[in-house]
């Protein structure tokens, strides 16, 4: 049985009540939290940082805090995320100058590391990281906005990628992001990924407790 984990993005929580969203996320049986930290550089938006990260550890937060970097350049905000109390870091190898220092600091300071992938961004990055790894974040939409549609290419690239990581012999989770919500999470799940990012489709609905209720019985099936 795979061990599959809900991660809401907060990028589609109301802002100024964060606190008592993730904690309403979390009651409703989310897992982790997925947290998007976008510069207006190397994506066309702006959102937060690690003050904000920081605040909901302060607030009492104890699940994991899943970083998903787009900005550029990648270095400088690792350590401080690292310091802000985040479990996972996953950046875009395009926007890293030195993949392998980047990885490496990550879990140099205690955390878990990932990459991620942009649609069209090739797997070949993977090539020399895998024992790095403890996470691979494939983008089924171009980051930068939530409630997007789902790029139906991503099933395949997840197909790739699953062999890859299971070939390895490595323990990295496989996770989606972008377009992700109960009509579709089976035929992700099927195609490889264990992790599943969902902002609209959680966040837009009265009843966080029901929708990932709905995707968990989508996963059983
Ligand atoms: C997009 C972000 C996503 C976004 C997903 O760049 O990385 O995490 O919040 O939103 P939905 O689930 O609405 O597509
Ligand atoms: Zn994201």
């Given at each position: 049985m795979t061990d599959y984990k809900i991660a809401p993005s907060i990028l589609s929580a109301d802002f100024a009540r964060l606190g008592e969203e993730v904690d309403a996320v979390l009651a409703a049986g989310a897992d982790i939290v997925h947290f998007d930290v976008m510069d207006n550089h190397y994506v066309p938006n702006l959102t937060i940082g690690p003050m904000v990260c920081?605040?909901?550890r302060n607030y009492g937060i104890k699940a994991p805090i899943d970083v998903h970097l787009m900005v550029k350049p990648v270095d400088r905000m690792i350590g401080d995320f690292i310091d802000a109390g985040a479990t996972f870091i996953t950046f875009h190898p395009e926007a890293s100058e030195h993949i392998d220092r980047s990885l490496q600091m990550i879990r140099d300071g205690g955390c878990k590391a990932g990459l991620v992938f942009n649609p069209a961004t090739p797997l070949h990055y993977l090539d020399y990281v895998m024992?790095?790894?403890d996470m691979i974040l494939l983008m089924s939409v171009?980051?930068?906005?939530?409630?997007?549609?789902f790029i139906p290419a991503t099933l395949d690239k997840?197909?790739?990628?699953?062999?890859?990581?299971?070939?390895?012999?490595?323990?990295?989770?496989?996770?989606?992001?972008?377009?992700?919500g109960i009509g579709n999470i089976r035929e992700i799940a099927q195609a490889g990924?264990?992790?599943f990012v969902a902002g609209s489709a959680i966040f837009n609905t009265d009843d966080y407790r029901a929708t990932i209720d709905k995707m968990r019985a989508e996963l059983a099936k």
């Open positions: 920081k605040a909901l024992d790095k790894l171009n980051p930068g906005f939530g409630g997007q549609k997840l197909k790739q990628v699953r062999q890859r990581i299971d070939e390895s012999g490595y323990a990295v989770r496989l996770e989606v992001d972008g377009g992700v990924a264990d992790t």
